[in-house]
Structures are given as structure tokens and as C-alpha cells.
């Protein structure tokens, strides 16, 4: 991997990072970097040099790799509280001891490092306009591929001459591009990012059409794209685009299908019963959700496939479904298969995505179905603990919970609490847009009109816009 910043011989050591890597020697300190970049899908070759470097102030600050890792690692922590100098003031490529190098221990040719370094800045300089050049590295290969064959000097005739046709690089790309949505979507928020992501997909979607030679690669390409497929239904759901995040849903169901793909089978099905349920469909969510659990046991069949958080989330979702239809003992009994799944703990054959299913995520869905059966209180409880527990780096489910929270306590009658909730989601919205999360919003304030006497209920009601409440201005202290 590419540094993100230069390495500077006259920077200051790193004594905060050295602090916090304690008794541990630079090698064992290193495996647990690895350790916790699997643990979010992530790769980096760290090794007892790379981590002297970084105590001896020669790399001022981390790639982006390295930087989710580490703030992994240190959950509430931003770059600078870990020592390393802000992003924006690290200017140069100086970090490199020669042409192609990586990272420790990797070399690859400068032309494979230039076109990952480019779709790395695409997707993290932020913003719609950089998510949007995405498709910039992907496009000009895709069409090549999808328009006449132009054959290489001296190749052979036929399509085994054809230029343009995506291989392992461009597979991984598309993998990046999915891990970074997910990035930045607590960042800015669905809103901003939905078309952008969009024009990601159909590039990556030309490369699937127009085929790898090797059928690994394939596979690899066709997984990426399905799974890029399911993140932009998701924004689409969230931004309240209903009927594009279906479409979306159905090409990476079709997509799973096609390569027979029980993973990513399985996750269409699971976003397409949230999206059942938020569309009044409750019957549709509990049948997708049961043909999600169907293909996470194909899954199963191999004890080093098995993902008991999957089937949980899983039966989370049939859940909702019959709490929509008024069926509470089939939704308890849902509810109860859920937990006991969860109190199964991680596994190794986890999915990438579920890296946002804990604790905080189970409450809040339970909360949910509790609310569809009309027990504000029981809701309301689910919910403070959904927000209680919740890691601080995902601040955009905290401003959820807190939403979903305000909703319950204004249903269940105590205004006060429910806009104290309300005030908590919008200071932690402001520059993230989330047409559901506003949608939420919108409805406890109508809500609480009637009790608009009270102090804290009018300043709700005077920071709340129907048009788009998220970016109403946090309030002063």
C-alpha cells in the first residue's frame, strides 16, 4: 500500500504512539496491527520496521489503510491523539525509498501503485466529487472492454487479443470501493453519496460484462460488484430512493445467483427485508429474510463457514417482518433465535459488512420491533441501550438511535426526554445527510407540537426542517 503522506528524517518522534504500544516488543505490536486489520477486512503489511518508523517520527502521518486500522485499534480516537501530524498538512510522496515501494516488504511497478493511489484519493479527499471519480480508474478499461476488440501488436486474433479486460487489480478495486462507501457514509451520509456510488456501479458492472480470462478473477469480480450493488441499494434506502434501492438489491440478488454466491446471497436477502419492512411490506421482509437464513446455512454446511452473527442479524430481520404483520409470538420467538445467536460470539467466516452488528445494532433492531408492536416504553428502554453502546466512531448510528429514541419517548408521552434525544441526533448530524434520520426527526416534532410551551420542545421544533433537518446548526455549548 501506497503512504499517504512523506516521510520526513527531521520529524519528531512519535512518543504517543510509542506509549501506547506498552510492554509489547515492535514485532508483537505489529502482529496485533495485522490481527485488528483483519478484523475489518483490511490489509496492511505491518512489521516491526513499519512500526519503527512511525515511533521514530519518519512517518508523520498513516495511508488510510492504516489509519482505520489504528483508530480501530483505539476506538475514539482521532490521528493526532495518536501522535501523527493532520492529514492536510503532510504534502509530497517523499515517503518512498524508491520507484514501486509499498509498504514493508512489498514492491510492485509504479504504474499498479499510481492507479491505486488514484482510486484511494477518489474515495477519501471526501465529498461527492472525489466518490464520483471512482469511476474514473474503472471506465476508460470497462468500455474499452465493452466496445470493439483492439488487438495488441503481434497478438493473437480473437478475444484472448482484446485490451481492457479487468483482472485482479481492477477486482480489488472494486472491493476498495465498497469498504470506503461504507467509510464515508458515516461521514457524510447517504444523501451526498448515493449518485456518485451510482456511477462507481455501473462502471464496475461494464467490467463483469465484459469478463476477466481467469475464472478466480471472475468470481472476485463478480463478489465485488454484488457487494457494491447491496451498498448503493443502501444508499438508496437511506436517502429514501425505495424503489432504486429494490432495483439494486435485485441486480446483487441476481448477481449471487448467476455465480452462485451464497454469501452475498444471503446479505441481498438481508438488506432486502429491511428495505420490506421500512416499505410497509412486512410479509415480503419475513420471507426474504427466511431465504436469507436458507442461504447463510449453505454457508454452514462448512463448520469454517459458519456465522452465527449472520443468521442472527438474519433472524433479526424476520423479526421486524412479523412484528409488522401484529404477530408477536412469532416475533418473540424470532427475537429469542436472535439472541441466543449472537451469544455465539464472533467467528473468523464473519462477512466484512457485519463489522456494524453488535451490541448497540441488536438493541436498536429489537427496539424496532417492540415500536411495531406498540410498546413504546419496552422500545424506548431498547433504544437508550442501543445508544449507550454504541462505539463513539459511529456517529452517524449514534444520531440514528437517538432519533429512533426521540420517536419513542414522544409516542409514549414524556416531550422533554424526546426532544433531549431529538437535540443529541442533530449536534451529531450536522455535515452528515440522512433523508431517513431527517424523515424520523420530522414526524417526533409533529409530533410534539402539541408541547411546544415546553422550553427544550420549541428549541426542537425551531431547529427542525421539514426540507431537511440534519442541517440545522448544533446548539451553542
Not at 407540537?449 to 431537511?468: H, I, K
Request: net charge positive.
Amino acid at each position: 500500500m501506497g503512504m499517504a503522506a512523506s516521510a520526513a528524517p527531521e520529524g519528531k518522534p512519535n512518543r504517543i504512539f510509542r506509549e501506547l504500544r506498552g510492554d509489547r516488543s515492535p514485532g508483537e505490536f505489529a502482529a496485533a496491527v495485522r490481527r485488528a486489520a483483519r478484523e475489518i477486512g483490511e490489509r496492511v503489511a505491518c512489521d516491526a520496521r513499519y512500526i519503527g518508523r512511525v515511533e521514530a517520527g519518519e512517518i508523520r502521518c498513516p495511508n488510510y489503510a492504516y489509519e482505520r486500522v489504528f483508530i480501530h485499534m483505539f476506538p475514539g480516537r482521532t490521528l493526532t491523539d495518536l501522535g501523527f501530524e493532520p492529514r492536510q498538512a503532510v504534502r509530497g510522496r517523499g515517503a518512498r525509498t524508491g520507484p514501486g515501494r509499498t509498504g514493508p516488504g512489498r514492491q510492485t511497478s509504479t504504474p499498479t501503485t499510481e492507479e491505486s493511489d488514484v482510486l484511494r484519493r477518489a474515495f477519501m479527499t471526501g465529498g461527492s466529487a472525489a466518490l464520483a471519480s471512482l469511476a474514473s480508474p474503472l471506465q476508460p478499461q470497462a468500455s474499452a472492454a465493452a466496445g470493439t476488440p483492439v488487438a495488441r501488436p503481434g497478438g493473437l486474433a480473437g478475444g484472448s487479443a482484446v485490451l481492457g479486460r479487468p483482472g485482479e487489480t481492477e477486482a480489488a478495486a472494486v472491493r476498495q470501493a465498497v469498504r470506503d462507501i461504507r467509510l464515508l457514509d458515516d461521514r457524510y451520509g447517504a444523501d451526498t453519496l448515493y449518485r456518485a456510488a451510482g456511477e462507481a456501479l455501473r462502471a464496475a458492472y461494464e467490467l463483469v460484462d465484459a469478463g476477466a480470462r481467469r475464472q478466480a478473477v471472475n468470481d472476485h469480480l463478480h463478489t465485488s460488484a454484488g457487494e457494491l450493488a447491496v451498498s448503493v441499494g443502501w444508499l438508496a434506502h437511506d436517502s429514501g430512493r425505495l424503489a432504486e434501492a429494490r432495483s439494486h438489491y435485485a441486480e446483487a440478488l441476481a448477481t449471487a445467483r448467476v455465480n452462485g454466491d451464497a454469501g452475498l446471497e444471503a446479505h441481498a436477502f438481508c438488506n432486502t427485508a429491511f428495505l420490506a419492512r421500512d416499505a410497509g411490506r412486512p410479509r415480503e421482509a419475513v420471507r426474504a429474510a427466511q431465504a436469507g437464513q436458507q442461504a447463510a446455512r449453505q454457508l454452514a454446511f462448512s463448520r469454517l463457514l459458519a456465522s452465527p452473527r449472520l443468521e442472527s442479524l438474519l433472524a433479526l430481520r424476520e423479526a421486524g417482518g412479523w412484528a409488522g404483520l401484529g404477530d408477536r409470538r412469532a416475533c418473540q420467538e424470532a427475537l429469542a433465535r436472535a439472541h441466543n445467536l449472537f451469544g455465539m460470539g464472533a467467528r473468523e467466516a464473519d462477512p466484512e459488512w457485519l463489522v456494524f452488528f453488535g451490541e448497540a445494532e441488536l438493541a436498536s433492531l429489537e427496539a424496532q420491533c417492540w415500536a411495531a408492536l406498540g410498546e413504546w416504553a419496552r422500545a424506548a428502554e431498547h433504544a437508550r441501550r442501543a445508544v449507550a453502546v454504541q462505539e463513539p466512531r459511529f456517529v452517524r448510528n449514534i444520531a440514528l438511535f437517538s432519533a429512533e429514541l426521540a420517536g419513542y419517548l414522544a409516542r409514549q408521552g414524556d416531550p422533554e426526554e424526546a426532544a433531549a434525544a431529538g437535540h443529541r441526533s442533530l449536534d451529531l448530524l450536522v455535515g452528515v445527510r440522512s433523508s431517513r434520520i431527517s424523515a424520523m426527526l420530522a414526524g417526533t416534532a409533529q409530533r410534539l407540537g402539541p408541547f411546544r410551551a415546553e422550553p427544550a420542545v420549541a428549541e426542537l421544533l425551531s431547529r427542525v426542517s421539514p426540507a431537511s433537518p440534519a442541517a440545522s446548526p448544533p446548539r451553542p455549548g
